[in-house]
């Protein structure tokens, strides 16, 4: 059955029908977002949201989004989309970091000319018939010092832009390493000194606790007389109340802003102050840069629905489509390793220790660890997935832990996981042969051979003559065919376990009866999905 995507906000007719070429159902409502009680009935027939910025997605929604496992937001900002709720319930957000990246920069750059200049109220001068050549004494940028907090996608193109028109740039962004620093050209500094320097300062940070209010009364202190601030990234970044008064003292010579700390700024202390350039979150609005997103996110969403890529996911390792193909096999059997681990203990777990052997601990270990954890918590809650998986692990103070390691076996490569409880440790351990099945090759220590399989029964017992012939006489005369049976033993007449491949499920009466034959000291039937 192909996915359901509803757009519920405005998106370009070719985004749209990438979704159908792909083979993606899709149901086209752009006044819908605005509509809360409306998407609210119909959200539990899709499996992918893809939405503008109308489209909030709270709490509240995500309760009537029983099949929804994707968000995709066309644009970078998800302010309307309740991030940890959609994580707890299981569905992957989405963004487009890169379609509007150029655009934005842009227009970072073009109100720092228009505040260098006063171009609005040169403009608006002039459309009144007055002649104020005089009045509108500008500055160049030639040879000035710009200041830009936070090096990233946009930041960065800010800088290349920058360096073109031949001037001076510092950059503070905590993650910008040296090597970059000198790719683009600009010198890394520490905020207190590129607030010192700057003649010109730009934001390009997410708006987090630390970013919020990073420009306000106290750094705007420190800064160069006569500087000009330009902040195009988020509201709230720039104490605005703050700034008008450093504006109005002389001690700022001029603002640029796209964004607000509320939005629609019908308001803000910044408004009609002499040399203050506003307009209303243009930074993305161009054709361009609208039809880029809305296609990106067509694509993501497509890829992801069809076959498991995860691209730009603010809640879930990125998994390109490649990776997925190749790493396909390898997070099936890390789901079958925590389901086993998960269906064998009922103790409260206190840590989850996962190792990758060879050529598998050069994956996507990020993905590789939540399809363990989303195994390990499924045989408690069925509705855990690989989104919710480490939150509700975190929620339950599990310790997770990862070693990688080269070859050391006869396989070229393995995963082992070991549970701690407080009152023992229980591993399994697993490898993806040619064919791409899973199989379990280690059990408590001991080695195996076992396909997986939907249905199986494990057993541990002493190494005694007899256990062969009383569990294949058992399943005989239960009419439950065996597929495949393993045997191990730690040595003679030690610790021995049986894992059989069934083809359906137990009865309990069956457990039951090899229970009260006194010769296992467990009998657990096992269920792996999608096995």
């Known amino acids: 059955m192909a996915p359901r995507v509803l757009v519920s906000d405005e998106l370009s007719e070719t985004a749209v029908q990438i979704f159908r070429d792909r083979g993606v159902e899709v149901d086209y409502m752009p006044k819908l977002g605005k509509d809360k009680e409306k998407l609210a009935e119909i959200i539990g027939q899709y499996d992918g949201l893809a939405i503008r ?4 997605v709270t709490d509240k929604l995500l309760a009537n989004a029983t099949n929804l496992k994707v968000v995709g937001r066309a644009g970078i900002g998800v302010d309307n989309v309740d991030i940890p709720a959609a994580s707890k319930k299981g569905v992957i957000v989405m963004n487009t970091p890169f379609g509007n990246s150029i655009t934005t920069a842009e227009h970072a750059i073009a109100m720092m000319f228009a505040v260098a200049r006063q171009l609005p109220e040169a403009s608006a001068s002039t459309h009144a ?24 996608n946009i930041g960065g193109i800010v800088c290349d832009r920058a360096v073109g028109l031949h001037m001076k740039v510092v950059a503070y962004d905590p993650f910008l390493s040296e090597e970059r620093a000198k790719a683009l050209g600009v010198q890394k500094v520490e905020l207190e000194e590129l607030l010192a320097r700057a003649d010109f300062i730009t934001l390009h940070v997410p708006l987090t606790d630390k970013t919020k209010g990073i420009l306000n009364a106290e750094s705007l202190a420190k800064t160069k007389p006569g500087v000009r601030i330009i902040n195009c990234a988020r509201g709230g970044l720039v104490d605005e109340a703050a700034l008008a008064e450093a504006l109005k003292s002389g001690h700022v010579a001029g603002a640029a802003f796209d964004v607000f700390e509320v939005e629609p700024a019908t308001d803000s202390p910044l408004f009609n102050l002499p040399n203050v350039v506003v307009t209303p979150h243009l930074g993305a609005s161009t054709t361009e840069a609208q039809e880029n997103v809305a296609l990106q996110v067509a694509e993501q969403m ?25 790493m396909g096999p390898w997070i099936k059997l ?20 996962i190792l990758y052997d060879g050529r598998v601990a050069d994956m996507n270990l990020a993905a590789l660890n939540q399809s363990v954890i989303a195994g390990v918590l499924k045989a408690q809650n069925p509705d855990v997935n690989l989104v919710s998986a480490p939150i509700v692990a975190k929620d339950k103070g599990i310790q997770i832990s990862t070693t990688r390691q080269d070859k050391t076996g006869v396989f070229d490569a393995y995963i082992k ?33 076992a396909e997986v399989g939907r249905h199986m029964l494990y057993t541990t017992n002493e190494d005694v ?37 069934l083809d359906q499920a ?23 999905v999608g096995a």
């Open 53 to 56: 910025s109308a489209t909030k």
């Open 129 to 152: 018939g007055k002649w104020e050549k005089s009045k509108f004494m500008g500055v160049e940028l030639f040879n000035k010092t710009l200041g830009v907090i936070g090096a990233g």
């Open 302 to 326: 497509s890829d992801y629905l069809l076959t498991g890529a995860v691209q730009n996911a603010l809640n879930m390792p990125n998994v390109t489509a490649e990776q997925a193909a190749v």
């Open 334 to 353: 890390a789901s079958h390793l925590g389901a086993f681990i998960g269906q064998m203990t009922d103790e409260p777990i206190r840590a989850i220790n």
């Open 417 to 449: 996981v070991t549970m701690v409880t407080d009152k023992r440790e229980r591993s399994v351990a697993g490898t993806c042969f040619a064919d791409g099945k899973p199989r379990f090759i280690q059990i408590k220590g001991i080695n195996i051979d």
């Open 465 to 501: 003559p007899g256990i062969i012939g009383l569990l294949g006489m058992t399943m005989g005369k239960n009419g439950v065919n065996i597929a495949n049976f393993t045997l191990g033993r730690s040595g003679v007449g030690q610790d021995a376990i049986a894992i059989l491949y």
């Open 506 to 528: 137990l009865d309990p009466k069956v457990v039951e009866t090899l229970e009260n034959t006194g010769m296992f000291s467990q009998v657990k039937p096992l269920e792996f």
